[in-house]
C-alpha cells in the first residue's frame, strides 16, 4: 500500500493493527480470532480483523492477495541500473516526519537487499516535520548503534541527516554533530521562490560546505499528488552543478514520483557537466524504500554511466567518498 502511495490513514490501520497484535501471546490472538472479539482491542477495526483471521487460518488475506498481484516494478526501464543499487541515502523515521520506527525502516531495506540505508531526519529549523535538535540527533545515533548491534554486519543502518540549507547557505545542524554522521544530505525546504542571484549563492555557498555530500531535491518542484504542484526553484544550474563536480558532491535523483527532481533538462545538465549522482527514496514508510524503481529508470532514460551513481557503490566505497572532504 505504501509503495504505491495509497491514503495514509488507510494504511496507518494496518500498522496499528500490527502493533496492537504484536506484543500479545499467539494463543490470545488465535482465540479472539477464532471468537470473533479482535475488534474488541484498540485499533483493530473489521478490515483489519478479518486480515489477521484470516492469516490464522493459513489463509492469504484477499486484500494482500490483490495487492501482490499487481506488485511488479513500479517503473520500466530502470530495471538493470536497479539490480546494481546497493543502497539508499535519504530515508525518514518517526523520529522527523516519517511514519515508522528506524528498525521497521532497515528490516525493509534489508528485505529489499540494501547494503545500507542511510537514516537522514530533517533538521531543527524544519519543526513542521519534527527536526532533530543535536540532543535529539546524538539520541538518535545512540540507537543506531544498537540497532547496528543486532544486525550482524551484513547490512548497515548508517548515521545521516537531511540538513536544511539556511538562506544564507549554511548548514542547520552544528559542525560537531555534522561531523559525527556518515552521510548528510543538504536540501532547501523554505524559501523556495527566493530570487535566482540569492538562490544560487545560497545552494553554492552549500555545496561548497566540506559536510555537504548529496544536494537533495534541488529543485523543490513538485509534480502530482495530494500536496499540490509547486514550480521549481530558479537559480543558475549551471554554477551549481559546476560547484557539484568540483567538490565531489552528489545530485539527487529523488525518486518519489511526485518530485521527479530534477527535472529532465536539468538531469542531463549535471550529466553534462560531470557530477556524481545519488538515487534516493526520500522514503517517510517502509514500503516507500522501493521507489527506487523511478530513479534507475529516470537515470538510465538519461544515459547516466552507472559507476558515476554512488548508490552503486559499496559500502567502504561509499564512506570513504562521504568522509573525503572533512
Ligand atoms: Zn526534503
Ligand atoms: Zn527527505
Do not use: F, Y
Given at each position: 500500500m505504501e509503495r504505491q502511495r495509497e491514503e495514509t490513514r488507510r494504511i496507518e490501520a494496518f500498522r496499528k493493527a500490527a502493533r496492537t497484535i504484536l506484543p500479545l501471546p499467539e494463543e490470545e490472538v488465535r482465540r479472539r480470532a477464532a471468537d470473533g472479539?479482535?475488534?474488541?482491542?484498540?485499533?483493530?477495526?473489521p478490515s483489519t480483523a478479518a486480515a489477521i483471521t484470516d492469516a490464522c487460518n493459513g489463509v492469504v488475506p484477499e486484500r494482500l492477495v490483490k495487492l501482490e498481484a499487481t506488485?511488479?516494478?513500479?517503473?520500466?526501464?530502470?530495471e538493470e541500473l536497479r539490480a546494481r543499487l546497493r543502497g539508499d541515502l535519504h530515508s525518514h523515521s518517526d523520529?522527523?516526519?516519517?511514519?515508522?520506527p528506524l528498525e521497521e525502516m532497515a528490516m525493509t531495506a534489508m528485505e529489499l537487499g540494501h547494503d545500507y540505508l542511510v537514516l537522514t531526519d530533517h533538521s531543527p529549523r524544519l519543526r513542521v516535520a519534527n527536526g532533530l535538535s543535536a540532543e535529539r540527533l546524538a539520541r538518535q545515533l545512540g540507537v543506531v548503534d544498537a540497532v547496528n548491534e543486532h544486525l550482524g554486519g551484513s547490512f548497515t543502518l548508517l548515521k545521516g541527516i537531511e540538513v536544511d540549507i539556511l538562506d544564507d547557505g549554511?548548514?542547520?545542524?552544528t559542525a560537531e554533530m555534522l561531523g559525527r554522521l556518515d552521510v548528510r544530505v543538504a536540501s532547501v525546504?523554505?524559501?523556495?521562490?527566493?530570487?535566482?542571484a540569492p538562490m544560487t549563492r545560497r545552494m553554492v555557498a552549500a555545496v561548497r560546505n566540506?559536510?555537504?555530500n548529496v544536494l537533495g531535491h534541488?529543485?523543490?518542484?513538485?509534480?502530482?499528488?495530494?500536496?499540490g504542484v509547486r514550480p521549481q526553484s530558479q537559480f543558475d544550474a549551471k554554477a551549481v552543478f559546476t560547484a557539484c563536480a568540483e567538490e565531489g558532491v552528489a545530485v539527487e535523483i529523488n525518486s518519489r514520483p511526485e518530485r521527479r527532481d530534477p527535472p529532465t533538462r536539468l538531469l542531463e545538465l549535471a550529466r553534462d557537466l560531470g557530477c556524481l549522482f545519488s538515487i534516493d527514496?526520500?522514503?517517510?514508510?517502509?514500503?516507500?524504500?522501493?521507489?527506487?524503481d523511478y530513479g534507475a529508470a529516470r537515470a538510465t532514460e538519461a544515459g547516466i554511466?552507472?559507476?558515476?551513481?554512488?548508490?552503486?557503490?559499496e559500502r567502504d566505497r561509499l564512506l570513504d567518498w562521504a568522509a573525503a572532504r572533512l
Open positions: 472479539t479482535l475488534t474488541e482491542l484498540t485499533g483493530i477495526g506488485a511488479g516494478p513500479l517503473a520500466r526501464g530502470g523520529w522527523s516526519d516519517g511514519g515508522s549554511s548548514l542547520d545542524q525546504h523554505s524559501k523556495l521562490k527566493m530570487d535566482a566540506p559536510h555537504t534541488c529543485t523543490g518542484r513538485l509534480v502530482t499528488g495530494n500536496r527514496s526520500d522514503a517517510h514508510a517502509p514500503g516507500q524504500l522501493d521507489m527506487l554511466d552507472p559507476d558515476r551513481i554512488v548508490t552503486t557503490w
